[in-house]
């Protein structure tokens, strides 16, 4: 008997669905929000207006070309949290609402653990135990994960996570949302220590970023008295220096993690795991190191249902199942 999964993914901008049969990931369909581009970041009303508008599309995409009918699906898998709550609450009610429909059973999946699976869609994957850094606009994570439910967070920032400070600092020098990416673009092209920004040293494997974002806003503000066109003429080298700082603060804790657990197979999830620099260093210290890395492709970085879908075929194998009382979590820890 087959198992076919329906997955759906709205706990921010991106409205997701996606259909996985016996493990296998038939489609990633995602409806991206360009809303929030004009207000510089996501505003959480109109996140959940647009993910209302894009969901039932979405979903219909991902049934036609996966060539399973409703009538076939065997589940329905939906992000539980963290997340916007008005976004998630979205996905849940038309999951229950679907699910019940067919009669068939829920599962509730974590958005963060479902980002640390998506690297069980394709090859190679990576062996148990395994330590995955998870890196995204709202999180920043060191996670021992030791089976695919088995996981334990070993390490997290204190105040922000890596990706809000790249959005962050991205937007002190005027870029436009999201600033991560082009912040990345940018700084292939410069010099990544023309300038130098303070690295956090918190103690274990704690991260912190709310320094470094303040050391930029100073910084700028400093040179642009001096040179209203400085960062103009030096956003190559601001980029590349700002990127340099972030990337090695993690680095300097994953080395650590590394050491502290005996463990060489070394995993990144996450959006800003989609970041050149970010996966160019890794690749340099696995030769260093002689770590294994694993890096999921560009579209399982971001948020996408696919990742949902693969977290939901591991839960159906042990059948955790949820009732339809089953609510929301905006703060939801691994």
């Not at 016996?22 to 581009?37: D, F, P, R």
């Not at 997340?83 to 599962?107: H, T």
């Not at 790249?166 to 220590?193: C, Q, R, S």
Request: glycine share 8%.
């Amino acid at each position: 008997m087959n198992v076919n999964i329906l997955a759906i993914e709205s706990s921010c901008d991106e409205t997701s669905a996606s259909i996985i049969s016996n493990g296998k990931i038939l489609n990633n369909i995602v409806a991206t929000q360009s809303v929030h581009e004009k207000y510089g970041g996501v505003v959480p009303e109109l996140a959940s207006r647009a993910h209302q508008q894009h969901l039932i599309p979405v979903v219909n995409e991902a049934i036609l070309t996966s060539g399973i009918s409703k009538n076939e699906l065997s589940a329905v898998a939906f992000t539980k949290g963290p997340g916007l709550m008005g976004s998630l609450m979205v996905g849940v009610s038309f999951a229950k609402s679907f699910a019940y429909a067919l009669g068939i059973p829920l599962i509730a999946i974590n958005h963060m653990e479902a980002h640390i699976l998506a690297h069980f869609i394709d090859e190679p994957k990576p062996n148990f135990p395994f330590i995955c850094l998870t890196v995204s606009g709202g999180h920043t994570q060191l996670v021992l994960v030791r089976d695919h439910l088995d996981m334990e967070v070993v390490g997290e920032t204190m105040d922000d996570a890596v990706g809000e400070a790249f959005d962050k600092t991205a937007k002190l020098m005027g870029l436009p949302y999201p600033g991560g990416p082009i912040l990345d673009k940018y700084a292939k092209e410069g010099n990544p220590t023309a300038f130098q920004f303070p690295i956090s040293d918190m103690p274990g494997l704690t991260f912190s970023f709310s320094g470094i974002k303040t050391a930029v806003l100073y910084f700028l503000r400093d040179n642009l008295k001096e040179n209203p066109k400085f960062v103009e003429e030096n956003l190559a080298d601001i980029c590349a220096s700002i990127q340099h700082t972030l990337i090695k603060t993690l680095m300097q804790k994953l080395k650590k993690a590394s050491k502290q657990y005996k463990i060489k197979e070394i995993a990144i999830a996450g959006g800003v795991s989609a970041n050149s620099g970010l996966r160019k260093e890794l690749e340099n210290l696995s030769n260093q190191y002689g770590w294994k890395v694993y890096i999921p492709k560009f579209e399982y970085c971001t948020d996408n249902a696919a990742m949902i879908a693969m977290a939901a075929h591991y839960k159906y194998q042990k059948s955790e199942f949820s009732g339809l009382d089953v609510s929301p979590e905006a703060r939801m820890k691994i």
